[in-house]
């Protein structure tokens, strides 16, 4: 079984730009969802799609960030625009259903710079 | 108060030794306890649930759960090198969602 990828795994881009960050989760897999951890803090929960809805987005910063999940596969994450603040590394998880038994696998990561 | 604590550590242990990490949570109505183990650069992975007090073990790995005093710990015996890594602790509020709230992680070194 494939796991949770991620694109791309680092990205640096100056202030002010857009990029735009993909994760592909494991197949058959409805939940996904998106954390982050900026330098020297935990890794924060921003938002849960169910398949192509989104469930939860209650830890999304701020309107510059827009998750998209077409379709109900791979959902996307874009920064626009950058600030330096957005700073860190970006995971996405998935999970086939919620609680025991169900597990929440994460990708890598995508480590975000803004300079 | 910080909503999951955990000593940041480094914790050193000795190769074959009891490496205990501990984590505290401050929302009372937290439901489902997850430790990740994380190394450096690669994807957090889940190496323990707890949902109910008490203990559970898994191999080498016991997570221990005590709701009442809203602590959750994490024994690995006979540690090995391979266990070096950043130990993550995970809180769940409720069942509906993974909207996991993380501690900042112990570093674990297990010296050979």
Redesign the interface.
């Known amino acids: 079984e494939a796991?949770?990828t991620q694109f791309p795994s680092h990205s640096v881009i100056e202030k002010g730009q857009t990029v735009t960050l993909r994760c592909d989760p494991i197949s058959g897999h409805d939940?996904l969802?998106w954390?982050r951890r900026v330098m020297g803090?935990?890794?924060?929960?921003l938002l849960?799609f169910v398949k192509e809805s989104k469930?939860?987005e209650?830890?999304m910063p701020n309107n510059r960030f827009l998750a998209e999940r077409t379709g109900g596969t791979y959902s996307t994450l874009k920064v626009q625009p950058a600030e330096l603040e957005d700073s860190g590394v970006y995971?996405c998880?998935s999970?086939r259903a919620?609680?025991?038994g169900s597990?929440?696998?994460?990708?890598?990561?995508t480590r975000l710079t803004v300079t | 108060q910080k909503e999951?604590e955990q000593n940041s550590g480094p914790l050193s242990v000795p190769e074959g030794a009891i490496a205990s990490l501990n984590c505290t949570y401050s929302d009372r109505v937290s439901q489902?306890f997850?430790w990740?183990r994380q190394y450096s650069?690669?994807?957090?992975?889940?190496i323990m649930?707890i949902?109910s007090n008490g203990d559970k073990e898994d191999g080498r790995f016991t997570a221990q759960l005590n709701k009442a005093s809203q602590y959750v710990s994490l024994l690995i015996r006979d540690s090995q090198p391979s266990d070096s890594a950043t130990y993550?602790c995970?809180v769940n509020r409720g069942?509906?969602?993974?909207?996991?709230?993380?501690?900042?992680?112990t570093k674990l070194s297990v010296i050979p």
């Open positions: 796991g949770v939940n969802y954390y803090k935990e890794i924060k929960f849960h469930q939860d209650s830890g995971f998880a999970s919620q609680g025991a597990p929440l696998h994460f990708g890598n990561g | 999951v489902s997850f990740y650069g690669k994807s957090p992975e889940l649930s949902y993550l995970a069942a509906g969602s993974y909207q996991l709230t993380f501690g900042k992680g």
